[in-house]
């Protein structure tokens, strides 16, 4: 892994963050433990995406980046993340367009459907 991706993915995270604030999105109060042990896909049982990016992905992301391990080669949020923010409209293409491009440099692939900007 060459240090230029671990720093688009780090700017990448950070974006993420400041959209997630943008959009209201970004909580001061995290998940109960109980929530955060959830064993369904971006523990969509027990809170909402944005809580889920917030407190899970970026947290998880941030330590890969700062131990310089080996970061996800298959990964595929923005599916997700265009259903989950669906409802914000262009106001949440920002932000959906900073997790595809987060999917794209780990994997190669952009399963993007929404418009881009």
Known sequence: MTPLKYQQTLE???AIEVQLQQLELWSA???TDEALA???PF????????A?????????????VAG???LPAQ???????EEAFRSYGSAALPLI????DLDELLSGKREQTVERR
Do not use: E, G, K, Y
């Open 12 to 14: 990448l995270l950070h």
């Open 29 to 31: 109060q995290p998940p």
């Open 38 to 40: 959830s064993q369904a």
């Open 43 to 50: 523990c969509c049982d027990t809170m909402p995406f944005s």
């Open 52 to 64: 889920w990016l917030q407190f899970v992905l970026l947290p998880r992301m941030h330590v890969l």
């Open 68 to 70: 310089r391990l080996a």
């Open 75 to 81: 990964i595929s949020i923005c599916p997700i993340a």
């Open 97 to 100: 367009n900073r997790i595809a």
